[in-house]
């Protein structure tokens, strides 16, 4: 005898769905689109993400959830799947085994706790059924070329990342998740040195001269700080900290989140910093950028390469205190992309 299923309703407002999240808490969402196929009796619903002010290549992206209810045979009462546009893990060292799709473990918590409030108190509780979800993001496989993926071995699209289910405006979740699990990898791979770069332009640079492999290498952006202590933590024997002028400048002067919204660097206290380190350079009055003090010393290159050893050494006597013990090496990156100094 055919049994009907039905999912439990919620008190939501039209076209949302209430949602539960790690912390307790409910969140409605919009439903973008919905419907029910017949054919292969899979149902389907999609959101539109919002990231709010972060710099999220995944704004505006289409998720959609598709289910289906089924009799055949399954692991576990409930499988998730990756579909089009969610990448595959394809390297040891992440939250989730090698083969998977890439969906993070708080991810597929959420996604089972929606699944077990949707059914409760229906006949599915206690039968022998399944319920299979595929998780797809319409232009995935697009998408994910504008992200590090790839480096850390997910292949073919998107991951679905998360510690909370909540994106908060200017968070930094996103990318020192990303920092963390690229060194995750590194070491799973059995990597000893770690390169963290302040840019793709640094990276390049470091890469081209001293051609470690590809694992070892760390976007860290301007999370400085947080990069060494996680790189201290996973005891790799050397790190390489590599930097453009600027980036290094705000480094040395001892600077733990480079980012300009924390603050521009301040050139009255960059010029006094590098006469106090005996690099000599005009007042303050003269420049009016970084890059011009860079461009001063380039133009009076008769004491240049001591004067940009003198500040990758300051560089790194700072991040050695973050860092300490790990031997770790401060690199210079000039504006043309090559290696032009490094801290004794």
Known sequence: MAVAYHA???PTP????????PDGSRVDFT???S??????????AAVIKDAGDD???????????EAIITRKYLPSALVIKGGKGVGTVTKPGLAIPVGEPAINPVPRK?????????????????????VEITISVTNGELLAKKTLNERLGIIGGLSILGTTGIVRPLSSEAWTATIASSMDVAKAMGQTEIVLSAGRTSEKA??????????SYVMMGDYLEFSLREAAARRFSNIYLCAQWAKMLKIAMATPQTHVRHGAIDLGKTVDFLNGIGVRVPKAAEFNTAREIFDYLIANPADLQEALIKVCNAAKSY???IADPVNLSAVLVAYDGEVIAYSN
């Open 8 to 10: 439990t309703p919620l």
């Open 14 to 21: 039209p076209g949302k769905v209430s949602i539960p999240f």
């Open 31 to 33: 439903i973008h689109a």
């Open 35 to 44: 419907g029910y196929r017949r054919p292969d009796k899979t149902a389907f």
């Open 55 to 65: 710099p999220d290549v995944t704004n505006g992206a289409e998720i959609v959830a």
């Open 110 to 130: 959420m996604i089972a706790d929606a699944i077990s409030e949707a059914f409760s108190g229906t006949p599915f509780r206690s039968s022998d059924l399944a």
């Open 206 to 215: 470091h890469m081209k001269k001293y051609s470690l492999p590809e694992e």
């Open 319 to 321: 991040a050695s205190d």
